[in-house]
Structures are given as C-alpha cells and as structure tokens.
C-alpha cells in the first residue's frame, strides 16, 4: 500500500481522536480491474477501472458510527469524521461494541502467496485472446453448439489497508483473474446453457482457455433433451459445485451473527453431533494462495485454522469480536469489514474433508436418483434449516447417468442432510473460497411432474 | 435550473465536449458520460438497541464508447479533469481508426435540462429532524412487532435511503440531469413457541419523503406483517410436492411476471437470439386474460425513473397485450442495433457499470374475477401470498420463485399455512395456463431489487390475484 495512503488512515485515526472519538479504525481499499467480453469470435466489451475508497468507523464510548466515501480529499475527509461521530452520538451505548483488544490484533506469519504483479499487468488484447480462444474451444465442441453468451476474461488486483487506534497497521495485497465460457446449444427447438470457468490468483495456475472451453461445452451439451421427472423421494448425489452451495448455508448457520441471534439452526448446539461422523468441515484463512485468505481480518485479528465441524460435532462457531462478546466466547478471526456498517462474518476457505470414496463410485451405488449439477432460486431459510431449490441434473438409473431432468425442485431441510450424509466424495478440488467434494444425501424429495 | 456537479464540481461544458472528443478519437461512434453522485444513510435497530448507522458517499464518472455491437468502458472515482480525459481515452479504444463523429455542441444551459416528468419529489439534504424521524419509525416498527403477539422474540427494523444525482451526456447533443430518491424500511422477525423458531420478513418504500411512512405503509403495519408471517408459520405444515393448481394473491406474487417472462423480455437477450423469447413476438404466450406492462412512470413507486440511466424518458410498454407477445424492453445499444425504438429500460447499478435493458415495474392489468370465486374453484392446491427471491434461467425459460407465506386450498377453501416452498416452472408457457384473472390489481409495497450480471437495480412488481392451472411446487409434503 502505498506509503501516503498508510499516512492518511494514521491521520484519520488520530484526527478523530481529536475530535472526541474513544476509539477509531480506518480502512481504505484501493483496486483496478480489467474485463472484456468475446461473443461469436468478436469482441463484445472492454471495461478498465482503477478506484479507491475509504470507510471509517468511531466510537464514542459504547456508540459506534460509520461513514464511507470515494473521495479521498481532506476536506472531505475531514466532513466524514464529523459526520461519523455525529452519527455514533444517535446511536444506542451497546455495552458489546468496539474494537478487539489489542493482544487479539496482529497478522499471520508468512507470505500468503496472494499477490503477483503480472497477473494485473495482462493488456485488454491478452485478456481478449484469452476470452476469444475459451469461446471458439467451446463452440469447436458440437455443431449443436450454434450460439453463445460469450467467452470471458477477468483480472485485477486491489490492496487493503486497515488501521485502529489501538495500534493495529496492516495492509494486503491481492490479484486475481478468471477465464469463462457460456455456450448455447440448441436441439429440436430448445436451447440450453452452461458455463465453466478457472480462477487463480497468479496467470500460471489458470486452466487453458481450451481446457475450460471444452468443460464448458460438454455441461450444456449433457442438458440437451432434458425431461421432467415424476416426484419422488430419492438419494441425491450432489456435484463438488452444488455441494459447495450446501457449505454457504451451512456457513450462515455456524456464523457467530446469526447464533447470537438464535437466526440459526445450529443455535446451543455447539459441541452437539449435528452431521454425519463422516464429515469434518474446516475453515483456514491461512492457506498459501487460497482465494479465502488473508494476513488479518476485518478487524485486524490474525486469521486462522478452524475445525467447524470435526467427525459430525459443532466444534466452533465463526465470529467477529462483536458475536464473540454477545455469545461469551473469543473471535476466530473471521470479521468481515465492508465499507459501510459494522463488521459481519465471513469465512476463509471453508472446506469439507475429503472421503476415501470416487465419484463414480458414488453414483453407481445408486439405483434411482438424481445428480444434481445447477440449483436456482433462494429458498433456504437458515433459522430453521428447510430448503427448496429449483434444480437441474442427470437422472441416476441402476448406477449409471441416464438422461437430464430440469423444472424440478430438491427438497430436504439442512440438518436432516448434513445428518443424512451416506458418502463424501475423494474429488476435492479447491476452485473458490469455499469447496467440497461430490456428496451423497439420502431421502430428499424432488417435485417434478 | 442549475446542475448539481456544475456547483459542487464546478463542471463545465466545454470540458465535456473534450471528454467525449477523447472518447471518440478512435473512431467510436457514439458515446456519453455518466456522473453520479450518491448519498445513503442507514440505521438498524436490533435487540431494542440502534446497533447501526452509516452515511456514505459514492461519487464517480463512467464513460461508455460504443462501435457496431461493441463497447468500450470506464470509469473513474476522481472528478480530476486529467482521471476524466484518461478513462475517456480509455473507453475510446474499443474502437480502431480515426475519429468519424462531430461531436455536438453543448452550452453551459444544457447541463440544466430536466426530463419532462416528475415522478418524484427532490428531497433535501437530510436534517437533525430528519435522523430523530428515522430513529422513530425504527422504533415503532419494533414496538408493532413486539405487541402483534408474545411470541415474538426478535426483531430487527431497518430504514435505509439514498439521494442519488445524475448527469447524463451523450455524443447525440443529448444532456439530462435527475435527482433520485428513494427510502425503505423493513423489519424481520423471529417468533418462537417451545423449540420451534420462525421467520417472517415485511418491508416498504419508494422514491419518497419521509411522511410517506405517516400514510399507508406506517411502521406499524410492517412490524404487524412480519410479526405475522413468523407467528402463523409456527403452525406451518409441510409443503406438498408436485404439479397442483396454484393461485397468486395480488402484489409481491407479482415477482412471477418478473422471473418467467420480464427478463426473457429484455431486448439484450433476444438481439443475441439467447432467450426462450426470441423470435415469439406477435405469438401467443399467454392466456387471452393476460396483459403485461413494464411501467416506468408511475409516480413515487420504487421501479419508477424520471428518465432511464441513458437519458431516455421512461413510459409504459406493453409487453403481453390479450396472450400475445407485443414488445420488448429496450436499451439504447439493442434499440439502435435492431432498429427499434428505445423504451427507457436502459439502467444501470451505478458509475461503475454498463447500462443494459431493466426492467422498471412490471404487472399485470386487472382481469374480471372475484378473488373469492378463483379461490372456490380449486379443489386442491396452493395459496401463496408472499414470497422471497426468484430466479430464471433465460436461454430455457425455467423460473423459480419461492413462496415465504402460503396455505393449502381444499375443496375451494384457504385452509393450513404450509411451510416455504419453491415453485418452478418454464416462463414461455406458464401464462398461457392462466385461466382465471382478478380485478384486484396491487402493486407491491416497494421492496424489490433485480439483480442481472451482478447488478442490482430497483424496481416494482403487480398483478391481481390469478390462477395457474398446473405449476410444479416444490415442497416435501405427499
């Protein structure tokens, strides 16, 4: 981070202290991205941004207050401060507001392998030849192939710079980049669509564009012809993607914000068996190049190793220091700081353990059921677990994928499928911040015809 | 009437002719600029305590070139002349060659055009009063919560608004300026009986002033909403599973039209031949009950803009006219390409984002029905009244829309809640299984936000109380 901007978050902090504030942190994000998009081999959009903003936060004793802004002038700076702290005088004295203690601050030792300055030097023409060969890769697949919504690249890099006045400095840098293609396919009249893509934080660990392109046609080349099923009550193989959606509203229930809350089903069940003992989730914002990781939280206190889940027990919730006070327990390190408002919970890179078991395996030990690859919708409802999703996938028969289904909805409730869990895949691959392997889940109901 | 960034930024129209001459150096053909300006605060109150308030400030310019299908963008956060003049010459090279387009000339007068409507009221910049009425309506709505019934034991009330400032300038001569506003309050609940906790959401506003909360949608009929919705799901039986006939109370059921042909409908989608729509214009997509609007200028409600986020005035487009398939939702890019007209659908979330079709409020017209008679008319099926989020994918038309308060109909009566459920089906043939439409049209309490290639925007939902014959719910009851 660049020394001035370090200067100007010290100045904040001290400023604000001036002006009445007991505590006050800083944090300013400063980034560029590059996107283009390539649809039927031309040249769709090329969109380069630099930006950097700022967002503030003040105490007033046990009031808190927050202000955030893009400009980044004194004066208007200054504006900012003042509005902050007249915001916090309207705010109520929450006896479990404030920043963490100071022994809690600090960074994690190493480098996290989150930066690499060629990755953010790619030229809008690269990033086009990347885009354009994904999309051609794709289409090249299948005549049936006859349409697209393009082939696309991504990267940027951006810096985080948080600062308190309890002394925590700490600043991070990060880049990343993304390859993606969306091809059409068209049969008898009806068309579908799929998408794959790579993401890394270093140009090198990308997949090809060919690799991904090629990904990308078989997904929509498989949903061609696809029927609606009778309804029924059947196992459910869940892919590493579908799965990975299974952990985000897991990771909403194990949130500190939403236990305090009792928003959450999981609510007084720590150190209760709320899932299989085949399955062990971890989260770790620690792990060399993860897409989840970083030195310090949205706080300023070092991340770390968490076992959530260990062997199906509710080891640890995930908390910021707010949740941690209101539940009488200690941060983990998994703050989350926006620009505006008070911090939440967010994870690292929350994984599900890896079993011993092949996809393959898994699926041919089911007679009749489903595959499910894509879920629509948002019908979770994280205080009491229950889930309905519109779905599509490949319907399992005697072990083998026999055809694709779509306009179907899965249904189950989250606790009943975590505890329902009869086998977990070996195909961990680690493709964003949070990851599982393919799952298999017994006794949901699908709606269909 | 003068210019918001002519004051505070001291913009002047000399300066912008430049930017847009650097934008069209390279031979693009058409191009503009896009300054916002934007004011939020928001406050929540939670456990009886405002635990939260925040004021911020967006401020940015977006610069957008434009040459036969593609499009060159960007953006700058610094209102600096040299950060404009680079994004500009930026965006410009999307295209290759030497400058074709004369810019137009602006004048100093130009920056104070206003769109001819006036949907809305130009707010001022809030006040101590302001913040106390804010603080008041949170709390009210948290008392309404609390005294609905003792079962409630947690509320959380939000009120959020925003004044956002527009300058629009275009390489046609076209220059517009708009002041936005907009506020909204919410509140969620939980209510608990013995182990069972559940959850019931309420929430309203619009481009309003504060004393809109004092007239319909008061804090207290919100607080009683969401009270209400968690207190009668703890009676809840599950969902049942499969295809049933299924009936859409008016307002926020309205989200149907949204997910199973609004997007479908998007100019965008169907110049690219990439949605189940493409093609279906002057078809029949519907029942001949069945007429669809997108609306953008009805005064106060959320979906509503002055103008669109290219400068285009907003109107009223017929959609869907008796079941048959009449238009579509037009931006300035796909109009121009397709040579169609424009319908002012052209938004977008902010400086940092491409415009492209949106949808603005979406309903149905009114039909000849009583809601009592379509209610008797099923034997058995489902009433779902409120609902959360919904998707579609638009290439093979499937929708999903998930009911957050719904009760089982059996032989022509609303009989047990049931628990949340998703209902899905294919956009291209839903409505034409509409059989029977209400004269009940409601538009919906100002709460919804669309999302499309990582965008949000406001906008509005209606329709009346209508009936679809088969429609797959997907819950996990027999």
């Known amino acids: 981070m660049r020394p001035e901007l370090v200067e100007l978050a010290q100045r904040i902090v001290s400023e604000a202290g001036r002006r009445g504030a007991t505590d006050c942190e800083c944090v300013i994000r400063e980034g560029r991205e590059l996107s283009v998009s390539v649809r039927l081999g031309e040249t769709e959009s090329i969109k380069q941004a630099e930006g950097k903003s700022l967002g503030i936060r003040v105490f007033r004793g046990q009031q808190a207050g927050t202000t955030y802004s893009s400009d980044l002038h004194w004066p208007a700076v200054e504006a900012m401060i003042d509005s902050a702290l007249a915001i916090a005088a309207a705010a109520s004295p929450d006896p479990d507001a404030g920043l963490p203690e100071a022994a809690e601050m600090g960074t994690s030792a190493g480098d996290l392998g989150l930066y690499f300055p060629a990755t953010a030097m790619i030229t809008p023409e690269e990033a086009v030849s990347w885009a354009a060969r994904a999309e051609r890769a794709a289409l090249d697949c299948d005549p049936r192939l006859t349409n697209s919504d393009g082939g696309g690249f991504e990267c940027g890099e951006g810096g985080k710079l948080l600062v308190n006045s309890r002394g925590f400095v700490g600043a991070v840098r990060h880049s990343s980049c993304a390859v993606s293609a969306v091809p059409i396919a068209a049969e008898d009249g009806k068309m579908q669509r799929d998408y794959w893509y790579s993401a890394a934080r270093r140009i090198g660990n990308l997949e090809s564009p060919e690799s991904v392109g090629r990904t990308a046609a078989a997904r929509t080349l498989r949903r061609l012809g696809a029927r609606k099923p009778a309804t029924a009550r059947v196992p459910v193989v869940f892919d590493p993607q579908t799965a990975a959606s299974l952990l985000g509203h897991w990771l909403d229930a194990v949130s500190g914000e939403s236990i305090y809350r009792e928003a959450s089903f999981l609510t007084g069940k720590l150190g209760e068996m709320v899932a299989s003992p085949t399955l062990t989730l971890v989260d770790d914002g620690t792990i060399v190049g993860g897409f989840g990781s970083a030195p310090f939280d949205g706080e300023g206190v070092p991340t770390r190793r968490t076992v959530v889940i260990g062997e199906g027990r509710l080891e640890s919730y995930l908390l910021n220091s707010y949740a941690a006070r209101k539940l009488g327990l200690r941060t983990t390190g998994n703050a989350a700081r926006a620009l505006a408002g008070a911090p939440g919970v967010s994870c690292g890179n929350l994984r599900l353990t890896a079993g011993a078991t092949t996809p393959e395996t898994i699926i041919g030990s089911v007679a009749n059921g489903l595959y499910v690859t894509q879920f629509m919708g948002f019908g979770v409802n994280p205080v009491t677990g229950d889930y309905s999703r519109g779905a599509c996938g490949i319907w399992i028969e005697n072990g083998e994928l026999a055809y694709p289904v779509e306009e179907i909805t899965v249904a189950g409730n989250l606790q009943e499928m975590f505890r329902n869990i009869a086998a977990v895949g070996n195909d961990l691959v680690v493709r964003s911040a949070v990851s599982a392997p393919t799952l298999l889940i017994e006794g949901l109901t699908i709606a269909g015809s | ?478």
């Open chain 2, 1 to 478: 009437m003068a210019n918001f960034f002519a004051e505070r930024y001291g913009v002047q129209a000399a300066e912008l002719e430049t930017y847009l001459a650097a934008a069209l150096s390279r031979g693009g053909e058409y191009a503009d600029l896009y300054f916002e300006y934007q004011a939020s605060s928001s406050l929540t109150l939670e456990e009886g305590l405002i635990k939260s308030a925040t004021q911020g400030i967006s401020l940015g310019v977006g610069i957008r070139v434009l040459s036969g299908e593609r499009t060159g963008y960007a953006y700058t956060d610094d209102l600096n002349p040299a950060k404009i003049l680079r994004a500009a010459e930026v965006a410009a090279h999307i295209a290759s060659g030497p400058a074709q387009q004369r810019i137009a000339g602006l004048n100093a007068s130009d920056l104070g055009q206003r769109p001819t409507a006036s949907l809305y009221p130009v707010t001022q910049a809030a006040t101590d009063a302001a913040m106390a009425m804010k603080l008041a309506l949170v709390r009210r709505a948290d008392r309404a919560a609390r005294a609905y019934d003792p079962r409630v034991v947690q509320v959380r009330a939000g009120y959020a608004d925003e004044l956002r400032h527009i300058l629009i300038v275009r390489s046609d001569g076209r220059c517009q300026s708009d002041s936005q506003p907009m506020a909204r309050l919410s509140v969620f609940c939980l209510a608990r009986e013995g182990a069972q906790t559940e959850r019931g959401n309420a929430g309203g506003g619009g481009r309003v002033e504060l004393e809109f909360f004092d007239q319909e949608i008061t804090p207290e009929k919100l607080g009683e909403q969401a009270a209400r919705e968690a207190v009668q799901q703890l009676s809840a039986v599950p969902c049942p599973a499969g295809e049933m006939e299924v009936v859409l109370g008016p307002g926020w059921p309205g989200i149907l039209l949204h997910e199973a042909i609004g997007h479908g409908l998007e100019a965008d989608f169907n110049r690219k031949k990439t949605s189940a729509f493409a093609g279906l214009l002057g078809q029949r997509v519907a029942g001949d009950q069945c007429t669809v609007v997108d609306n953008g200028t009805l005064p106060g409600r959320r979906g509503s803009v002055n103008m669109d986020d290219e400068g285009t005035p907003t109107q009223c487009t017929t959609l869907i006219e008796n079941g048959i398939l009449k238009g579509y939702l037009q931006d300035h890019l796909s109009s121009h390409l397709t040579r169609a007209q424009a319908t002012g659908n052209g938004r977008r979330e902010s400086y940092a984002h491409m415009p492209m079709p949106r949808m603005t409020n979406t309903y149905m017209l009114a039909g000849q029905h009583e809601p009592e008679d379509i209610i008797r008319s099923v034997k058995r099926g489902l009433y779902a009244v409120n609902f959360g989020g919904g998707q579609v994918d638009i290439t093979n038309g499937k929708f999903v829309f998930s009911a957050s308060e719904s009760y089982l109909i059996e032989d022509g009566r609303i009989t047990a809640p049931v628990k949340g459920a998703t209902l899905i089906g294919n956009g291209p043939d839903v409505l034409t299984r509409v059989s029977m439409v209400g004269h009940d049209l409601r538009l919906d309490q100002g709460i919804g936000s669309c999302g499309k290639d990582g965008q949000t925007v406001p906008v509005g939902v209606g329709i009346p109380t209508l009936k679809v014959d088969r429609l797959t719910v997907g819950g996990t009851g027999a």
